[in-house]
């Protein structure tokens, strides 16, 4: 099940959270992508379906070859509710949301 991770209510589960962030930074390849953007906007829109329960995480790839996700909306039976986040900004080369 997902977890809502802050320093002050989960003091080690965040600090396990980040190491997992560094564990990736440490071994990376050079010039991949750290992240993806998501925007606020964009949750909301799932959200306002009466069905949505819940994110699928796709990894995909773009026509130019760069990996990406896509993230789909889905019921509590984890049905699909034919809605797509896609065109998710990263980082590199966006590395401040108001960029």
């Given at each position: 099940?997902?977890?809502?991770?802050?320093?002050?209510?989960?003091?080690?589960?965040?600090?396990?959270?980040?190491?997992?962030?560094?564990?990736?930074?440490?071994?990376?390849?050079?010039?991949s992508?750290?992240?993806?953007?998501?925007?606020?906007?964009?949750?909301?829109?799932?959200?306002?379906?009466?069905?949505?329960?819940?994110?699928?995480?796709?990894?995909?790839?773009?026509?130019?070859?760069?990996?990406?996700?896509?993230?789909?909306?889905?019921?509590?039976?984890?049905?699909?509710?034919?809605t797509?986040?896609?065109?998710?900004?990263?980082?590199?080369?966006?590395?401040?949301?108001?960029a």
């Amino acid at each position: 099940m997902s977890q809502v991770i802050t320093p002050e209510e989960h003091p080690e589960d965040f600090q396990s959270a980040l190491g997992l962030i560094q564990n990736y930074q440490d071994t990376k390849k050079e010039n991949s992508i750290d992240a993806h953007f998501l925007s606020k906007e964009a949750i909301q829109k799932l959200l306002e379906n009466p069905d949505f329960d819940a994110f699928k995480v796709h990894h995909a790839r773009a026509e130019d070859g760069t990996r990406t996700l896509v993230f789909e909306g889905v019921s509590k039976t984890g049905e699909s509710l034919n809605t797509y986040v896609a065109g998710v900004p990263t980082c590199p080369p966006t590395c401040s949301w108001n960029a």
